[in-house]
C-alpha cells in the first residue's frame, strides 16, 4: 500500500479490487490479512485517503454455493471419493436453499464475498 502511495499524486485516483474469501472473524481488527473491507477503511485512511465507492463481488451464501459446487470435484481430486446419489441430492438441495438465501442477503458480504473493488483518492497533502 505504501509503495502504491508514493506512485500516486495528491488528488490522483487508486482503483484496487483483490480477492477476498477469508473469514473475518476479529472484526472490525480485522485488517492485517484477507483484503476485507476493514483492510482498505484501515490502510487508506492511515495514507490519507478517502474512499470514493466500495463494491463487494457475491455474497456469503454464493460463495457457500460455489464451493459446494466444486466439492464433488474436490473430494475426487484431494480424498479419492465421489458423492453418492444421495449425498448429490443433498448438495443439490443446499444449493437451491442458499440460492433462495442469496436473494434475501442482509449484508453478508461484510463476511465473505469473491472480491471488493474499492475507488479511493488520495487527499491533497
Not at 464451493?67 to 475426487?76: D, G, N, T, V
Request: net charge positive; charged share 15%.
Amino acid at each position: 500500500m505504501r509503495e502504491l502511495d508514493r506512485l500516486l499524486r495528491p488528488n490522483g485516483y487508486l482503483i484496487l479490487t483483490a480477492p477476498f474469501c477469508s473469514m473475518t472473524h476479529f472484526s472490525p481488527y480485522f485488517f492485517y490479512t484477507g483484503y476485507s473491507a476493514n483492510f482498505y477503511n484501515h490502510w487508506l485512511g492511515a495514507l490519507g485517503y478517502s474512499i470514493k465507492e466500495m463494491q463487494w463481488n457475491g455474497n456469503y451464501f454464493q460463495y457457500i454455493a460455489q464451493e459446494l459446487r466444486r466439492l464433488p470435484s474436490m473430494c475426487s481430486r484431494y480424498a479419492g471419493a465421489s458423492p453418492t446419489f444421495w449425498e448429490r441430492y443433498a448438495i443439490n438441495m443446499l444449493l437451491a436453499f442458499l440460492g433462495r438465501v442469496a436473494e434475501q442477503n442482509n449484508r453478508s458480504e461484510e463476511l465473505m464475498c469473491y472480491g471488493i473493488h474499492v475507488l479511493a483518492m488520495k487527499n491533497s497533502q
